[in-house]
C-alpha cells in the first residue's frame, strides 16, 4: 500500500493545466465497442480507472494502445461476451459497459461492481432502463445475464436521474430498433461528452444536457476521433487547493457552464474567479467565508464529487456551514478523518452535518476512505506545517492524475512512499 506523506504550508499557486474527466472518458471507452471499429481519443487521463477498463476491453478481444493522453481501441475483433469479474469487482463504474455490449452482441454476462463504497447505488434503474428496450435479463449468484432477443426503442422515465442509468440507456439504445425517448435524464456535462463521441462514430443521439433525450436506432457506426472535456471535479479540487493556501491559480482550460455550480460555492466563500481566454483565474479570499447551506444535487446543481473538498474548505471558515448530501448515503465517511485532523464536524443526520470553522488544522495520520474524501484529506493537509500521513491512496489514484507531481508543480511539498 502506498501513502502520501505532506508537509503544508506552502501556498499553491501557478499554470494548471487538466487531461480529460474521469467520469466521461469511462463511458466513452465502454461506447468503443459499439462501431466494431477504430476510435481514437484524446486528452485521456492516465488514472488507474482508465487502466481498469482497459484491461476490461483487452478481456473482450479489443486491441488497447494508450500513450501520452491518447487512447487508441480497435474493437473490430471483439468476440468475448462474459466480462471477467476481477476487474468489474474493482470499480463500480464498470456496470457503464453492459449498455454497449448489449449493443453489440446478443448475450452479455457482467458481475455486480465494485469500487467506492460511497453508498448502495442499486443497478435498479439500469435494469430497469435496458428491459424496457426488450433486453432479457437473468440475475444469478452476483452474476446478470443479458439477452438481446429483440432491442427495440421505447420510452424509459426514469424515476431518478442517475447518470450511469442514462448512459447505460443511451449506449444500447444506439443499435435498437426505432426511437428511444429518455425522460428524466440526468443532465451532466459527461452525458453530453458521450452524445458527441458517439454521434462522431455516426449514431443520432440528441438532448444530452436536457432531461430529455432521444436516439433514433442506426445499423452501422464508423471510426471516430474524438477530445475529451476537461475534467471539472478535478479542476474544481485544485483550485480549492489554492484558495486554502492564499495562492492564485491559473487554468488554461475549462467549459464555464460545467464550472459554474462550483465557482458559485467558491465565490460565495470569498473567492474571485474570472473567465478568460478559454481558462480561469482564481484569487483566493483574504478570509475564508462560511457557506450556509450546500445541499448536493444532479446537475447543474452542485456535485456530490465536490462535497468533500468544499467542506475541507469550510473547516477553516470564519463561520457555521451545513452540507445535506442527496446523491449518496454513506458519503460522509471522510469526516471521521477530518475530524482526526483537528476539524470541527457535528452530525445532524445520517445525510446532513454541521462544519463550525476553526483557526487551524493540526497533522495526524489518516486514512483515504475514498476517491473524494481522500482528495479532502489531501486537501487539508496541505494547509498544516507539520507533517501529514494519508495512506489507503489508491482511491485518490482512481480519479486524479499524477495528483503528486500536479501538486509539487504549484508549490506543495508532497511525497508518495510506495509501499508493498
Known sequence: MSKYIIKGGNKIEGKLNIRGAKNAILPIMAATILNESVSIIHNVPDISDVHFMIKILESIGCKVSYSDGTLIVDSSFADQVEIEECYVRKMRSSIIIMGAMIGRFDYTKISYPGGCAIGSRPIDLHLKALKELGIRIEEDEGFIKCYKDNLEGNIINFEFPSVGATENAILAAVKATGITKIYNAAREPEIEDLQNFLNKMGAKVKGAGTNYIEIEGVRKLRKVEHDVIPDRIAIGTYMIASALTSGKLEVDNVVISHMEPISDKLRSAGCEIEYKNGGLLLKPPSKIKSIDLVRTSPHPGFPTDMQAQLMTFMTLSDGI????????????MHCAELSRLGANIKYITENICMIKGVEKLRSAKVKSPDLRGGAALVLAALTIPQETEISNIYHIERGYEN???????????????EEI
Open 321 to 332: 456551514s451545513v452540507f445535506h448530501e442527496t446523491i449518496f448515503e454513506n458519503r460522509f
Open 403 to 417: 495528483i503528486e507531481n500536479i501538486l509539487r508543480g504549484l508549490g506543495a511539498d508532497v511525497l508518495k512512499i
